[in-house]
């Protein structure tokens, strides 16, 4: 008989083992037995394991764009079943972009789809993004955070005007910052005032729950 | 730092390498040493008599006279000059002639012209001379080469086509340093420096294992030098497999089993630096990891040492206190037989 554990075991699995088919299959089995929300949750967590072997060299970045690919797809499956109005993580949303003058995308990409499946509405501005699309972005989409991204030390300041720009704009009480890239470190973020810095992809989600305060 | 704070960031720096690449932990008295060197007064250290070792340099044909951002020191001299210097004033125990973009791809069009200065360096020099470029498969995909960035065909979800991509461009990149390497060794050269690795991920290190597999063959006494880019092959396949190993992933101790496969004779084991830790962490992590390449390679292994690897500080160029305490480091306590 398949129990809710049993069924939050084979969607967890299923993802970890970067598997579309397994995992709409785990997902049409679990609507009889969970909740709408706690499938998503299974599968973030699922996606989080995904993470973590991602950053110890166990899996790769097409592991992870399949997984990723893989959970929305279950996520799509379920859609109709979530209340309306959406539920209590989905709303937050998260504005993230590579500094205007750095064209490296595949980190920042890596994070986005990975807080993406984790419930937030990522709007992703792509790479070598001006400081004001970031702002602008956030006041149109009322925006809880920002997520920048630099590769490079000669455009990460790009990172501290932006959090200059929020203070000046009077937003920056109303919307974390975090920063990373390869020459951002936690004493950079202090530095300029960003409220949070992530080493690797499941870093920045875990950050992001706890500056979001949603989880 | 206080000898305590040192010895606790070796230990933290080796448990770090020794749980991510599942090899074994340093000694305790090998965490002394590593420290003991490390406290050695003086900005230069040397090792200990009898644990000389030869050193080999890349790219040294254009270090004097480079100036172009990278460690260049920006002389006007000729890359004949460069190398001359590096063997009979800064005793180089081999050299290697390189392009200036030191990408084999672009080597290409101008073959003829590397050809002629591998014929003239070899009538002038004495120490073995390797050709050396790097794989450097990047230079394959759009907008540089003819195939689909598998970076945006992921982005895209095609992961399919982007496998499909990474497999074409290594095959291309394969005969394309095959065909490099025949006309050098037709010019003289005494053999290849493959330098950088990996640095495209598993397709550029698969494409490498190729070359050296199809050089041997044909060339059977031609020495065939390969170092790495990074620590770890990153997966940017995923999939792909040499004689039955799959490529993602692979630490060092690893890559120097297939390199011994395919036919290199020479591995040279890369450990990358972390900027956010200190010196000790990251000696105690680079020496953790290249005492076992050395243990389980078939073949000599020579570190590379310079700029944020090695257990040296990320810099243009490397104070001579950090350079010359971690390669007596990887001497005397991983027992590397080349730098």
């Known amino acids: 008989m398949t129990t809710a554990e049993s069924s939050k075991n084979e969607l967890f699995d299923a993802i970890v083992a970067y598997n579309k088919d397994r995992v709409v299959a785990a997902v049409e089995k679990a609507r009889n037995v969970l909740k709408p929300q706690e499938i998503i949750d299974a599968l973030a967590l699922g996606m989080n394991e995904v993470g973590v072997r991602f950053e110890r060299g166990r899996l790769f970045l097409p592991h992870v764009m399949v997984a990723a690919e893989a959970m929305t797809a279950g996520v799509k499956l379920i859609e109709g079943d979530l209340p309306k109005g959406g539920g209590k993580e989905g709303t937050a949303v998260i504005v993230t972009g590579t500094v205007e003058g750095d064209v490296h995308d595949i980190g920042k990409s890596i994070v986005s789809t990975m807080l993406q499946c984790s419930g937030y509405k990522v709007f992703d501005l792509g790479r070598d993004v001006p400081i004001r699309n970031f702002i602008e972005t956030v006041k149109a989409e009322n925006g809880r955070m920002i997520g920048m991204s630099a590769l490079m030390t000669t455009t990460m300041q790009a990172q501290r005007e932006c959090i200059e720009m929020l203070v000046e704009e009077g937003l920056r009480n109303n919307v974390k910052v975090m920063v990373g890239g390869a020459p951002a470190t936690q004493a950079w973020a202090d530095k300029i005032g960003a409220d949070g810095y992530g080493e690797n992809a499941s870093e920045a989600v875990s950050k992001a729950n706890a500056l979001l305060g949603v989880k | ?339």
């Not at chain 2, 932990?25 to 040493?33: F, G, Q, R, Y």
């Not at chain 2, 200065?117 to 001379?129: R, T």
Request: glycine share 12%; charged share 20%; hydrophobic share 40%.
């Open chain 2, 1 to 339: 730092m206080k000898k305590s704070q040192i010895l606790d960031d070796l230990q933290e720096g080796m448990n770090d390498a020794a749980e991510l690449g599942s090899v074994p932990a340093l000694s305790s008295d090998e965490l002394d040493k590593l420290a003991e060197i490390l406290m050695t007064p003086g900005r230069m250290v040397g090792v200990e008599t009898g644990m000389e070792v030869p050193v080999t340099h890349d790219i040294g044909t254009i270090r004097l006279d480079g100036d172009q951002g990278n460690s260049g020191v920006g002389i006007p001299s000729s890359r004949l000059v460069g190398m001359m210097f590096h063997e009979r004033a800064m005793g180089a125990d081999t050299m290697e002639l390189g392009h200036i973009d030191y990408s084999f791809k672009p080597v290409k069009p101008v073959i003829a012209n590397e050809m002629q200065a591998m014929e003239v360096v070899q009538q002038n020099m004495i120490v073995p001379i390797l050709y050396g470029a790097m794989p450097n498969m990047g230079l394959y995909y759009t907008p540089d080469g003819p195939f689909e960035n598998p970076g945006d065909l992921m982005k895209s979800f095609k992961i399919k086509e982007a496998q499909e991509m990474t497999e074409k461009s290594a095959e291309h990149l394969t005969r394309d340093m095959v065909w490099i390497m025949q006309r050098m060794m037709k010019a003289g050269a005494d053999g290849v420096n493959f330098d950088t690795t990996g640095a495209a991920g598993d397709g550029d290190f698969y494409a490498t294992l190729n070359a050296v597999e199809q050089l041997r063959k044909q060339f059977p006494d031609m020495y065939i030098e390969t170092g790495m880019a990074g620590e770890m092959v990153l997966g940017m396949h995923g999939e792909l497999k040499y004689k039955g190993d799959l490529l993602a992933g692979l630490w060092p101790h690893q890559q120097a089993k297939l390199m011994g496969k395919a036919g290199s004779n020479i591995f040279g084991p890369v450990v990358n630096t972390n900027t956010s830790k200190s010196s000790p962490w990251n000696l105690g992590r680079a020496v953790t990891f290249v005492k076992a390449a050395v243990k389980e390679s078939p073949i000599p292994c020579h570190v590379n040492m310079g700029m944020g690897v090695g257990g040296i500080p990320m810099f243009e160029t490397p104070t001579v206190d950090a350079v010359s305490h971690a390669s007596k480091a990887m001497v005397e306590v991983a027992g590397v037989d080349g730098i």
